[in-house]
């Protein structure tokens, strides 16, 4: 069935350099798309969201570009800091049918271990 | 701070005992969703509620699986009996109708 997945399951990065994670999604009907970062022990916490109508989102040094025609989904953090080691989950909502504004259902991507080395 | 509150945090428990896990969404939240996270499946969605009402749970064993809301403060996820292959990390997530769900710090489950 389709799915979200992921190229790379695994990233190390110099600190201060960017880092670049990326997803694929295969469901063209997805329309919501959502970078989750979580660290050890903790639940995933919500970094940046964007909705199909847009390609590009920018937060506070982190970047989400979406390309619709080859389903790609990434997230650039600039200037890593250690502080963002953990693993990052891209996660795609499929609204459901006759649901109404705010229903979703995510599907999430296996997740990146992003690796900081000081 | 809001925040979504889980317990146990951590739970051991022998095969065939019921396990019940807690929940408290943010208050204000009308959707709560209980995740399931193992190694090697990722998250996986087992059940939502909004407003209280079952929308989908689909994604849970209906056999030894039940989830509830016995009121918009409180969200249980019990399993009954208990297997090893059980053991993950569940968590639970709350939304408004903004949509960005924050999730709570995670249930450790381990079955023996």
């Known amino acids: 069935g389709e799915s979200v997945g992921l190229h790379l399951p695994t990233l190390s990065v110099q600190e201060g350099d960017n880092s670049i994670i990326n997803c694929a999604y295969s469901n063209s009907a997805s329309d919501y798309f959502i970078w989750y970062k979580q660290e050890s022990g903790k639940g995933p916490q919500f970094i940046i969201d964007?909705?199909?109508?847009?390609d590009k989102r920018q937060g506070q040094r982190v970047t989400v570009l979406l390309n619709k025609t080859v389903k790609h989904l990434s997230l650039q953090i600039a200037a890593t800091q250690p502080g963002d080691s953990a693993v990052y989950f891209c996660?795609?909502?499929?609204?459901?049918?006759?649901?109404?504004?705010?229903?979703?259902?995510?599907?999430f991507g296996k997740g990146t271990k992003l690796s900081v080395i000081p | 701070d809001a925040r979504v509150t889980q317990t146990p945090r951590d739970k051991v428990t022998e095969m065939g005992q019921e396990v019940t896990m807690r929940c408290q969404p943010i208050l204000g939240h009308n959707t709560v969703f209980w995740y399931r996270q193992t190694m090697m499946q990722g998250l996986e969605l087992l059940a939502y509620f909004r407003n209280r009402a079952p929308l989908d749970d689909s994604g849970m064993p209906k056999d030894r699986f039940s989830a509830e809301m016995p009121d918009a403060t409180l969200a249980t996820l019990k399993i009954q009996p208990s297997e090893p292959r059980d053991s993950a990390v569940y968590f639970c997530a709350s939304a408004s109708n903004t949509g960005e769900l924050f999730f709570g710090e995670g249930s450790r489950l381990t079955v023996l």
């Open positions: 996660a795609e909502n499929i609204r459901p049918p006759h649901s109404g504004a705010g229903s979703y259902q995510l599907t």
């Open positions: 964007i909705r199909s109508n847009m």
